[in-house]
């Protein structure tokens, strides 16, 4: 649900905008006065401002300024200011739309609703959703290759990180050593299978709580490993 911050100091048309935005299944918060709105604005994150520029203590476009240096949040701003003058400069500190009072309701949602598809849409530009697996209290994330156990980050080699990646994605199957070197280092065991028990140690020692009693990767005895969910 899309949270919406709206700075109004006119009781009946801050109601007026929070019931129907509410109506559209937004979370919607008031502050009725500049400076207790700038400061919500700035501590906390909304999905979108609502900023009316007549305020008492701070007006609109200090607060739409303060905002905008820290923050990309699209505002809205609603006044009863219909100079050109006012407009540009609302627009010119950051503000992203200019609607002048009396206004319709039903335009305001549908305002707010393109802003806030519009910025998705920006936000969302470039950005690949990282691949994840968690189990338990251990967190890997394939993309970026990074390993978390109990939300402490671990360094693994590239081999290391691969050879636990194999063993997760293939829960409760035994491999052999000569079946771990072979897919991970693309290549015959040739009588090196010591190098798959070296990392195997190296990634209890990073992942489990007792490497005497592992619960993750576990010793099949005279067969191989498993990794066990």
């Known amino acids: 649900m899309s949270k919406i911050l709206i700075i109004e100091d006119e009781v009946a048309i801050a109601d007026l905008e929070k019931d129907y935005l509410e109506l559209s299944n937004f979370e919607v918060t008031l502050e009725s006065n500049g400076q207790d709105g700038m400061v919500t604005a700035l501590k906390n994150d909304f999905d979108l401002i609502i900023l009316d520029l007549m305020l008492p203590e701070v007006d609109g476009f200090e607060i739409c300024k303060a905002i905008r240096e820290e ?8 006044s009863a200011k219909k100079d050109d003058i ?3 400069r609302g627009l010119s500190l950051g503000a ?8 319709s309701p039903s335009e305001l949602v549908a305002r707010v609703k393109a802003h806030l598809s519009r910025y998705e849409r920006l936000t969302n530009v470039g950005q690949v ?7 338990r ?3 890997i994330d394939k993309t970026a290759r990074r390993v978390w156990k109990a939300g402490i980050e671990k360094n693994f080699t590239s081999k290391e990180f691969d050879l636990l990646c194999f ?3 293939n829960p409760n199957h035994v491999f052999t050593k000569e079946e771990l070197f072979k897919e991970i280092w693309k290549m015959d065991s040739v009588g090196d299978i010591a190098t798959v028990t070296v990392h195997i140690k190296k990634l209890r020692e990073k ?6 009693n592992p619960q993750y990767i576990e010793t099949i005895w005279g067969v191989g490993y498993r990794f066990k969910l």
């Open 71 to 78: 923050k990309n949040t699209p505002i809205i701003i609603i």
């Open 96 to 103: 992203d739309d200019y609607m002048t009072k009396p206004f």
């Open 129 to 135: 959703k990282n691949s994840v697996i968690e189990i």
């Open 207 to 212: 992942i489990e709580n007792n490497t005497s």
């Open 137 to 139: 209290d251990l967190k």
């Open 167 to 169: 063993l997760v994605e």
């Open 86 to 88: 006012d407009k540009i």
